[in-house]
């Protein structure tokens, strides 16, 4: 029972130190730290004893890190951790075997993991990944080379090192080490070309307090800071403004609202186009949510309708199925989900627009910046969440956006976080949350190709599966091997004195 126990808390702790590595606290060093004692606390056991210490493993990393889910679903949020992340990562440690192989294969099945956790389900829920625990950390290039999901795994990469060197495997860690240093240096070392040009942007946050919703009261008081706020730049100072998601929020057409002929005079008074974000009712259980350009001349152009949906946020995926035990705690209507390219054509250049939580989707600013954006634009709202979990990991995926696809990012809210990135993943000008700030910097327009936007995920996800097929070949091999008597214990290589669980 006592080994039992401290095998309990060892699980936990490996949790907690990936939790630990997330923003908004981010101790990126425990995350290498995390995996190398889950792969300890694997070694030697049966099938159900991985499975529970996985299963600890996974409630201790998504638990704190998803707290916010609370306030809008308590029981949303216990079911979440204990039935949907906790078995998922249970599952992990199952298909891992007990034996020596589980060093490199944990990494490639957390690789796998996180990428079907970006596409499943409702259309993937990326939040609290590994490759998030990196924005600030020295890792943060290999996200050039091959996106967010290569730098996961190369922080499962490391862990496996950490864990052979405490082994005393010196030679096979310190490979492994050196193969993260070198994509590390690769990324850093790869070219982003010249500028195309250079622009002046300025990013407007109206502020008010954190935990504002919409409601029909609320709308023309978040209006009225945003404009307030504008009123303070300087004519002429600026080749854009950009506005966030949802400060226009209407029960009718925008182009025909007076609020869109404030918007002219000001585009007008300022000399530079504003990109705003705007939400309209559709009927009684629908509405859109877009960007739409505001130029001086008084011209609407170069609408992009939001794609990606946030499940539960902006519609609820199998509605008639949990309105019976969710009731009045989902959302009434449903977003019209948006087609085409998300390249915005302005008068400062070609812009890849993704609107809020399609920020944390790789796939939506590739998409962006493959139709010729030369700058990334994330304007968002956050201010209806609870603590700042969610902005703070936005603002790490907005860093892994900059750098994998080698562009400027502008991150615009109206509570909170707003800030300029630049391609290298550096944080500038990064606002409070609750204040009114008007930012503004001199910014390139940058074309190149890195191999992260070229590729996407398929350099990672191809070397996880290679991993997973040489695993299932040496396997079957050994049972083939197997004496015919053996009673099918794990085969321990030398050195990997991980003892068996108890029982």
């Known amino acids: 029972m006592r080994h039992r126990l401290l095998t309990a808390v060892a699980a936990l702790g490996a949790g907690l130190c990936l939790c630990a590595a997330l923003p908004p606290w981010g101790w990126w060093p425990?995350?290498?730290?995390?995996?190398?004692?889950?792969?300890?606390?694997l070694g030697g056991r049966r099938m159900r004893a991985r499975f529970a210490v996985s299963w600890l493993v996974g409630v201790a990393w998504f638990a704190p890190s998803t707290l916010w889910m609370f306030q809008l679903t308590a029981p949303g949020y216990v079911v979440g951790v204990l039935l949907a992340w906790g078995?998922?990562?249970?599952?992990?440690?199952?298909?891992?075997?007990?034996?020596?192989?589980?060093?490199a294969l944990l990494p490639a099945l957390v690789v796998l993991f996180e990428w079907f956790h970006?596409?499943?389900?409702?259309?993937?829920?990326?939040?609290?990944?590994?490759?998030?625990?990196?924005?600030?950390?020295?890792?943060?290039?290999?996200?050039?080379?091959?996106?967010?999901?290569?730098?996961?795994?190369?922080?499962?990469?490391?862990?496996a090192a950490l864990y052979l060197a405490a082994m005393r495997d010196w030679r096979p860690a310190a490979a492994v080490a050196g193969v993260v240093v070198a994509v590390t240096l690769l990324g850093a070392l790869w070219p982003l070309g010249a500028p195309v040009r250079t622009i002046r942007v300025t990013a407007v946050q109206g502020g008010g307090p954190q935990g504002t919703r919409y409601d029909a009261t609320q709308a023309p008081v978040v209006f009225g800071r945003h404009v307030e706020a504008t009123?303070?730049?300087r004519p002429g100072s600026t080749d854009l403004v950009v506005w966030p998601e949802n400060v226009v929020n209407l029960d009718q057409p925008f182009r025909t609202h007076p609020w869109a002929d404030?918007?002219?005079?000001?585009a007008a008074r300022i000399g530079?186009?504003?990109?705003?974000?705007?939400?309209?009712?559709?009927?009684?259980?629908?509405?859109?949510?877009?960007?739409i350009v505001v130029n001086p001349d008084g011209t609407l152009t170069g609408r992009y309708d939001k794609e990606r949906r946030v499940p539960f946020g902006e519609y609820v995926p199998l509605r008639p199925l949990f309105e019976p035990i969710a009731g009045n705690t989902l959302p009434p209507r449903d977003q019209i989900p948006g087609r085409g390219s998300s390249m915005v054509r302005t008068t400062a250049g070609p812009m890849a627009v993704v609107i809020s939580w399609e920020v944390?989707?790789?796939r939506r600013v590739r998409e962006g910046v493959r139709d010729g954006g030369q700058v990334v634009l994330n304007p968002t709202n956050g201010s209806s969440y609870w603590l700042t979990q969610v902005q703070s990991q936005q603002v790490a995926a907005s860093t892994l956006r900059a750098v994998e696809s080698g562009r400027w990012l502008v991150q615009v809210a109206p509570t909170g976080f707003s800030a300029f990135v630049d391609p290298d993943g550096g944080v500038h000008q990064r606002t409070d949350v609750s204040e009114q700030a008007v930012i503004e910097r001199r910014i390139a327009r940058l074309d190149a190709t890195t191999p992260a936007q070229a590729t996407g995920d398929l350099l990672p996800a191809l070397a996880a599966t290679s991993v997973v097929v040489w695993v299932v070949v040496t396997g079957r091999r050994r049972r083939r091997d197997d004496d015919p008597g053996d009673p099918g214990q794990p085969d321990l290589a030398p050195r990997d004195v991980t003892p068996p669980a108890a029982g």
């Open 30 to 41: 425990l995350a290498p730290v995390g995996i190398a004692v889950w792969i300890a606390l």
């Open 87 to 103: 078995p998922m990562v249970g599952l992990l440690g199952v298909l891992c075997p007990p034996d020596r192989r589980r060093v």
């Open 118 to 159: 970006w596409h499943a389900p409702f259309g993937g829920v990326p939040l609290s990944t590994l490759a998030l625990t990196q924005a600030a950390g020295p890792l943060l290039p290999v996200a050039r080379v091959g996106g967010a999901l290569l730098l996961g795994g190369a922080v499962g990469a490391l862990g």
């Open 231 to 233: 009123r303070t730049i």
């Open 262 to 266: 404030q918007l002219r005079a000001e």
């Open 272 to 291: 530079a186009p504003i990109l705003l974000g705007v939400v309209e009712s559709v009927g009684a259980d629908r509405f859109t949510n877009y960007v």
């Open 360 to 362: 944390f989707f790789g």
